[in-house]
């Protein structure tokens, strides 16, 4: 973490970073009257005296400041500049508002990606945390999912809803020593409803080599929790919450947003996929995606089966062995032909992984690779892809039918 911040905070930025923007972020954590060092005279002589500030040790650094500068690093690359310009343009908030000084023919070192994410997090700050919130949206993460007994269940949001779902996940967080920051951002998207959760992370303590000392520092972050609520399928999706907590995020999200609890409490909320297509075809089954032009190849690119047997004594069912698979050709499922795995003699496939090839008019095909572990772990990439990752699964049989579970319960 360290050494992640120094080589954000480099000589490079600092000898090109607006001296003014510097001044302000160090008066947010000292003051008019407690700077540590001076911002008089010119920008070279403002610079040296920043590079010597930041050349000492990260545990000599201002924590406040230090917490800031991990949150500015998170956009300060060429993918948050484009989320920050596309929130300043939507919000219709001009970034820049004074002509450029620097060389008409080069263009602004301050447009670098770094000082524009500082310039927004210190001016602009709501842009930037719409910015953060999109960018923890697209972040890769493997989410659970819970589907409610119904479809077509929507939420209209409104302040006391939000405000009361945001009193109790801070309630939540708080348990698990995760400090009283939190923010929440509503969005919605495609028809669905977003909320990212930015709270205080559990406070880290990471050491730092100077020379032949090595020191300490404590840092509480923040993270990103990402809930994802499809009205038209009943169906929300919760990432960056540890497994502990996603049942108990998803109630609150049922509770305080639905108004309905317990929607996500049934039986079958977490039975959501099915191997059982694959267990019946065996080694040959092969995925059919021709449905999809945009589909090149669909390879199975890894497989576990576990062996179970039935313990008469304890009248239940144990785990002796597991056999695992791995081919990245896409021949993952034809090994178990030679091998000791026989499907329903005690045999089930555990978990397979797969790799969908998309044609997308480039050079080379856009590849997705998922992981898909029944009851309830469908793990990829958030990427547009999605819907047609999920199409190829609830049209392979491996997506159990909701509405025909429905149907058993309304009959029991």
Known sequence: MGSDLKKFVNAKFLKTVDPALMRTLFVRHFGEDGLPLSFEGDAATIREALIAYFKGTITGWNAGMVADLHRVAELGTGEGMQLILSEARRRGVVLYTDPDSDDANAAPVRHDPKHVALHTYLLHHRVFEAAADFHALRAPTSPAEFRGPERDVGADLTEEMTEA????????????????????????EDGEINLVISHGAQVTTTPVVTGDREEIITLRAVKYAVLRYSPMEGRLFVGGVVKAQQGEIAELFARHILRRPGFFSGRDARDLYTLDPISDAGPDFAFQHRYDATIKEVRIVAAAADLFERDEEDQRWRH???????????????????????????????????????????????????????PGTLAFRRTRFEKAIHTLVQRNGLEKDRDAGMVVDAAE
């Not at 945001?166 to 919605?188: H, M, T, W």
């Not at 081919?327 to 003699?345: I, K, P």
């Not at 089930?348 to 029944?374: D, H, M, N, Y």
Request: proline letters at 4%; a positive charge.
């Open 320 to 374: 002796v062995r597991s056999w695992e698979s791995k081919d990245a050709s896409g021949g993952a499922l034809t090994h178990f032909r030679g091998s000791e795995v026989r499907f329903g003699r005690g045999w089930r496939l555990g978990e397979i992984t797969f790799r969908v090839a998309f044609e997308t008019g480039a050079k080379r095909p856009a590849q997705v690779t998922v992981r898909l572990k029944p």
């Open 165 to 188: 779902f945001k009193a109790a996940v801070i309630n939540l967080f708080s348990q698990d020593l995760q400090g009283q920051y939190c923010r929440l951002g509503p969005y919605e």
